[in-house]
């Protein structure tokens, strides 16, 4: 009995005990070990950032296995014996990166960083794991990586590149520090403690007690053991079986518990066994072992076919690594504590009729039907479940399964369901006795669906009446819950009507119309692939040249800074914030003894401390916005207050002890339609007026109205919200992830009450933004910044993911009414419409600023009148997020266009056509809902461009090519084919056309700062722009070797600073990089200037460029510059882009796949072209979120928002991208107003996401009219699969075997 665990990390050999809890996890113990690659986004398994290879002995077999794992999940109690690889373990710029690494990088498959380190573990894991892969095996182990910022194709690509020789010539290659074979492990410390470490594993599981603060764990290593310490267990004890304790990846608040017991060391219960008389799992074995072995067992075993469908469905249970940790019995334990868990491991099993065999120390074993297991009260009884038995079946049983869920991959069931029935089907497919119909999803004691089971009992299958009798009786006993998460309970009956009939439809096969024969069969999404092109402009290069990324190969090796990841500093403190949990309720007390009264809990920070102004919004807001809340809580998740302590395990327990009392609980306004009701805030923006909108309707033949809607989205940065508050002589270094240092310095100047000058602030770089933290991050910051100076201690504030969902805004959601005139061939005449925005609590961080004037985005009408009104609701300010504003005003106007085509009976691209803007239009833009947006420079509307103009509207010609090169008119043709030849599955294919405003505000300053160094001409810059993931960098090392004319390689880029770059703008709106990159090249010029006039002087041509600074230096020629662009120095101008796409929906389900998308985009000449292929990609999928599956859920009452994690709230993973992804920049078409000739690329492509939509829409449209209803109908986002499948109007009646015979 030992009271140790060690392991080895990277080769090296570690130790706990006592001195880490039991819920210490991997990725908290890796931090505080200074192995900080390792990143952590969700805490909860559900983004695979945390990524590690774990290697270890089977206890039963004796044999090594490696697989990727997710450290936030694991306790580093349960490492014992492991071989730990992290990040670190790979690559490195001191001993070189591993091919991994460099293949991402060389795809420029990292942007913000934040993601790549999981995602190499990932690809590493399987390349350890495997001796062989397929391009199918790639794609299938990046299913629970999520990276908001690339659209995957580059990372899929790159990891594609990578064969088995690669990872075996890294394995021969010499390791220039030992000399031995490279084992692509640069980091292992040496042969001997990785030997050492090894023969530590093959030793036999050994014991463990181990006395917690507040708990004790066990691991023993027999059942005999375990039963000895079960049966000693004080009556009363709450314990936990730790297997690879997943489950709180879930169930976060279930402990906490005093004793802790870990069963991985019991040699049975990691076996497998297969025989013709069943396939027997131990309790520990992981759910990847099952699916290999129900693999093996299909094509080798009779009796077992059944089990590759398992497999298939298994796939889509949570990640890879989450099913190389997660056991069945672990699954099957929160499904027996949580009945209204969705399990899809449960459900398959009880269909195939699989049998548990449970133990306890005081009633021997018992064997269960999992029917019978979930009455079982496991802790009640003590007992344990032991092995699972999964019984042939016979070759007559149909075994169907289904999960209906809200993506693709690594998300929980909607809803799933399990076929089990005997089928004669040389008898009419009689069904044989009782057949099994399971359903999951549906309420916490729904299973088994009697009476449909009743209904085909015996019956023929061949037979409509017994079919709809079925279904009735589906519909009638089914009653699901009312969770506000849970999609409603109507499609949830539709659905399992839906289920029932595909089962059916695929067991009697073509005895049905072939119009219904494709509602049997599930979507198979395509190997992904993808295009790139643009033009390769060699005249000037390394601008324009396609590079990597200036930081890739540091962020795939988690050597990029974070400031999460900065080493800790001597008594640092950790902060964590108080917030409400009643919106829309007064505040009566916010006790803080109980958390005080904790040990290592050393302060609270409150209202009570602001010594400046307790407003984060600096002085050109129109709106003030407490840093805490003052008399009145006005939303759940508001911050009231910072705990400081001395672990962050401490001030988050801190926090949760402090009590806040609240009286007055008035219900919470939480959606645009309750807002509605209460008074409007002012100011309002004003409406965007042209020409007299009803004098438009008058000459109109057709007028139309309908409505949009656009749900809220969280920016989904991988690196949550964080700041280091370090007190110093001179004031506070603050180290923050802001996508704007200076309004940080300020907000904190401002709460603090100090001089500015006082507040260092530093941003090297930032694991993504997308508008989240151009003023969010000063809430957290400014708490820091006060809770370190009245410590004196350095204090750092990490978010956790749910915290930056709850507390923080995102994306206002949108609700816009329409009336729209156009004459008989659809060219419009008028444009009516309000668009009303959601601001949340307090209208500042305006996103309904750039909505109204981006309306008309390419299209010509004389009478415009789109009005903006902005509601307030008990939710957190709402913010700027990715093409804010403008992504509604576009979708609308293709909203208006489609509904138009519609109306007329007109091809949609004809309408386009007919409307787009002549050459030598202006788009106007309107002052005054531009004049929030223009305060933040701290002028008035003045400084506002009034008007865009379009040169040339290059549309139709972009149009022309698009229709070219993504055959638009055949597939279109094809799309309608498929469309009449079946029902139950839709194709759509939609294409838009779009001109995005690009405005800039007169004044919107970057100060850079160049500057040569003397003795070797290396070349360091600092600029205002914030490198978020979008290429800044890149394109600035570009820029400045192009000006200066020196080699890429000698530049760098310095963090941006308060002092060095004073009074920059921020880094949002398309502009930072594009701005900067024009500060930064007119601080070069000047430099150039001065240069040429040395190399001249010498009348030496070809002067290295190392002779020609030091020849500059030593004539005194100062070879520093910095430069800050003036009003009007960098102008506005339009950028177009076009884009088809196609989809496929299964209309029983509401599910889709995304086939095909083509985009081109106008990006001027590109000054990096890998950069912007990459935001047009990344742009492109965070629409698709927005549209498809991102939605805020609230609770009524307290008004939390619900969906605050991974598991409510679902980005796009890789396996929901377009499968085929073609995006080329429009060739040869420089901007002659542009930086460098070139335009924007962060922003613009969002909007043709809409396609997506669209082409959904269009789906969607065709199964309505197979049942017989035609006609526009509105668009209210996103598309989810609950959403598509209500709209497509699916009666159970027509769920039939031979449409034609009714
Ligand atoms: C991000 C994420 C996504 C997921 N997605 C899905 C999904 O799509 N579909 C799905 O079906 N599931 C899903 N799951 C659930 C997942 O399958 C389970 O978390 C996992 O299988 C639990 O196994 P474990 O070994 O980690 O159990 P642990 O977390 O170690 O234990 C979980 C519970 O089981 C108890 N327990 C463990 N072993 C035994 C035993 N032998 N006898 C009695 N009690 C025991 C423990 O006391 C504990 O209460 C997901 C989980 C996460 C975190
Ligand atoms: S941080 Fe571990 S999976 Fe997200
Ligand atoms: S690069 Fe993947 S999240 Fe930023």
């Not at 029932?500 to 599930?522: F, R």
């Not at 004459?823 to 601001?839: C, F, I, N, W, Y």
């Not at 290396?1018 to 800044?1032: K, R």
């Amino acid at each position: 009995m030992t009271d140790k665990v060690t392991f080895t990390i990277n080769g090296e050999q570690h130790e706990v005990g006592a001195d880490v809890s039991a819920d210490t996890c991997l990725s908290t113990y890796l931090h505080a070990q200074h192995l900080r690659g390792t990143r952590v986004t969700c805490g909860t398994g559900g983004c695979g950032a945390c990524m590690v290879l774990v290697t270890r002995l089977d206890p039963d077999s004796g044999e090594k296995t490696s697989y990727s794992a997710l450290s936030c999940l694991i306790p580093v109690l349960g490492c014992s014996g492991w071989e730990i690889t992290t990040i670190e373990g790979l690559g490195n710029r001191f001993e070189g990166y591993h091919i991994i690494q460099d293949r991402l990088v060389e795809h420029y498959g990292t942007q913000c960083g934040y993601c790549s380190p999981g995602m190499v573990m990932s690809m590493y894991g399987m390349t350890q794991e495997k001796s062989s892969w397929t391009d199918s095996d790639v794609e299938r182990i990046l299913d629970a990586n999520l990276c908001r910022c690339t659209g995957y194709r580059p990372i899929v690509d790159a990891f594609k590149s990578v064969t088995v020789q690669d990872i075996e010539d890294a394995h021969t290659l010499s390791c220039p520090r030992t000399g031995q074979p490279c084992k692509g492990r640069c980091s292992l410390k040496s042969a001997d403690s990785k030997t050492s470490s090894c023969s530590k594993l093959g030793e036999k599981p050994e014991s463990r007690l181990l006395q917690l603060r507040g708990a004790t764990w066990h691991q023993p290593a027999s059942l005999q053991e375990l039963y000895d310490i079960l049966s000693d267990l004080p009556q009363g004890t709450k314990y936990r079986f730790v297997c690879s304790d997943t489950g709180k990846g879930i169930f976060h608040d279930e402990g906490p518990y005093s004793v802790y017991i870990s069963i991985t060391s019991i040699p049975e219960f990691s076996r497998a066994a297969a025989s013709p008389s069943g396939l027997v799992f131990g309790a520990n074995v992981s759910i990847s072992r099952m699916m290999s072995e129900f693999s093996t067992a299909s094509q080798s075993l009779s009796g077992f076919g059944f089990a590759e469908k398992i497999v298939k469905m298994w796939k889509r249970v949570g990640g890879t690594a989450l099913r190389n940790m997660g056991s069945w019995s672990g699954n099957f334990a929160m499904k027996i504590a949580h009945r209204a868990f969705p399990s899809d491991v449960f459900l398959s099993l009880m269909a195939a009729g699989a049998v548990v065999k449970s133990g306890s120390p005081y009633g021997g074993d018992k064997e269960h039907t999992l029917d019978h297991l979930l009455d079982l009260d496991l802790e009640a009884e003590r007992r344990v479940l032991l092995e699972l038995r999964v019984p042939p079946m016979s070759d007559e049983v149909v075994y169907r399964l289904f999960k209906i869920a809200p993506r693709s991959a690594n998300v929980h069931a909607y809803m799933n369901a399990a076929f089990s029935m005997r089928v004669d089907s040389a008898n009419a497919h009689a069904v044989i006795g009782r057949p099994m119909i399971l359903f999951g999803g549906i309420n916490e004691d729904f299973l088994h669906a009697w009476g449909a089971e009743a209904a085909l009992e015996d019956n023929s299958l061949e037979d409509e009446a017994t079919v709809q009798a079925a279904l009735t009786a589906l519909r009638d006993e089914i009653h699901p819950d009312d969770l506000p998460v849970n999609p409603s309970a109507k499609y949830r009956i539709d659905v399992a009507q839906s289920l029932l009939y595909k089962t059916i439809l695929g067991i009697v096969g073509d005895i049905a119309d072939a119009s219904v024969a494709s509602g049997a069969s599930d979507l198979e999404r395509p190997l992904a692939s993808g295009q790139q092109n643009y033009d390769e402009n060699t005249d000037r290069w390394p601008l324009s040249k396609p590079v990597t990324k200036v930081e890739g190969h540091i962020q795939c090796s988690g050597e990029a800074d974070y400031v999460a990841d900065l080493p800790p500093l001597c008594e640092e403190l950790s902060g964590c914030f108080v917030t409400s949990t009643q919106a829309n309720a007064r505040i009566v007390s916010i006790d803080t003894s109980a958390a005080l009264a904790i040990p290592g809990v050393e302060g609270f920070v409150g209202i009570q401390d602001v010594t400046g102004i307790n407003n984060i919004q600096v002085l050109q807001w129109p709106f003030p916005e407490p840093l805490f809340a003052e008399e009145r809580s006005s939303y759940f998740g508001q911050p009231l207050g910072l705990i400081v302590a001395k672990t962050a395990e401490l001030s988050k327990q801190g926090a949760a002890a402090v009590v806040v009392t609240y009286d007055d609980i008035q219900a919470p306004v939480l959606t645009i339609k309750e807002a509605q009701q209460q008074p409007l805030p002012s100011p309002q923006g004003d409406p965007f007026v042209e020409g007299d909108v009803e004098a438009g309707f008058a000459a109109s033949t057709h007028v139309l109205e309908g409505g949009v809607g656009h749900d809220w989205q969280y920016h989904f940065y991988m690196e949550n919200q964080a700041t280091l508050a370090i007190p110093t002589d001179d004031g506070l270094d603050v180290f923050t992830a802001s996508q704007w240092a200076i309004e940080t310095q300020r907000s904190i100047g401002q709460v603090l009450g100090v001089p500015d000058s006082t507040v260092n602030v530093s941003v090297k770089r930032i694991g993504g933004g997308f508008g989240g933290k151009i003023t969010r991050g000063n809430i957290i910051a400014a708490a820091t910044c006060l809770a370190a100076r009245k410590m004196r201690k350095p204090v750092r504030t990490v978010l956790d993911m749910a915290t930056c969902m709850t507390m923080l805004g995102g994306r206002d959601p949108f609700w816009s009414t329409y009336k729209v005139g156009v004459d008989a061939e659809g060219r419009l005449l008028a444009v009516q419409a309000t668009m009303t925005s959601d601001a949340g609590y307090v209208n500042v961080d305006p996103n309904n600023t750039g909505s109204p004037p981006a309306v008309p985005s390419c299209y010509i009408c004389p009478n415009w009148e789109i009005t903006p009104v902005t509601v307030l609701t008990n939710t957190p300010n709402n913010t700027w997020t990715r093409t804010p504003g403008t992504t509604e005003g576009v979708t609308l106007m293709e909203t208006i266009i489609e509904h138009v085509a519609v109306a007329l009976n007109l091809d949609p691209l004809l309408v386009r056509q007919r409307n787009l803007m002549p050459d030598g239009s202006f788009r106007r833009v309107s002052e005054g809902v531009f004049r929030l947006r223009c305060g933040r420079g701290g002028r008035d509307a003045i400084a506002i461009p009034k008007q865009v103009k379009v040169e040339k509207n290059i549309i139709g010609d972009m149009l022309t090519q698009l229709m070219s090169s993504a055959d638009v008119e055949n597939r279109k043709q094809m799309v309608d084919t498929f469309n009449k030849n079946h029902l139950w599955k839709k194709r759509g294919i939609s294409v838009m056309t779009m001109l995005w405003p690009h405005v800039v505000p007169l004044l919107y300053p970057m100060n850079s700062l160049v500057s040569i160094n003397q003795r070797d001409g290396s070349v360091a810059v600092s600029h205002g722009g914030t490198e978020l993931g979008q290429g800044m960098n890149t394109k600035v090392v570009q820029v400045v070797a192009y000006e200066l004319g020196c080699p890429m390689e000698v530049v760098v880029v310095k963090p941006t600073t308060s002092h060095a770059n004073a009074n920059s703008q921020g880094t949002d709106g398309a502009l930072g990089s594009y701005t900067t990159a024009y500060s930064v090249s007119e601080a070069c010029k000047k430099l150039r200037a001065r240069l040429d006039a040395v190399r001249q002087s010498l009348g030496v041509e070809d002067l290295s460029w190392k002779d020609l600074i030091k020849a500059a230096a030593n004539e005194g020629v100062d070879i520093s510059e910095r430069y800050c662009n003036g009003p009007g120095e960098v102008q506005s101008y339009p950028v177009f882009g076009v884009c088809c796409t196609e989809i496929e929906l299964d209309v029983l389900t509401g599910q889709f796949l995304v086939l095909r998308t083509d985009i081109l985009q106008d990006a001027g000449t590109s000054m990096s072209p890998m950069v912007d292929v990459a935001q047009v990609e990344g742009g492109f999928v965070m629409g698709q979120g927005l549209f498809t599956s991102e939605k805020a859920i609230y609770d009524p009452a307290t008004g939390r928002r619900l969906t605050d994690g991974t598991w409510h709230y679902q980005v796009p993973t890789a396996h929901d991208v377009p499968a085929d992804f073609r995006v080329s920049l429009l060739s040869n078409t420089p901007n002659p107003i542009g930086v460098l000739d070139s335009k924007a690329t962060s922003e613009p492509p969002v909007p043709l996401s809409y396609t997506v939509l669209m082409a959904l829409r269009n789906a969607v449209a065709s199964a309505r009219a197979d049942g017989g209803t035609v006609g526009w109908f509105n668009i209210e986002a996103p598309f989810n699969v609950e959403k598509l499948q209500q709209l497509c109007l699916v009666e159970p009646s027509r769920m039939v075997l031979h449409p034609g015979a009714r």
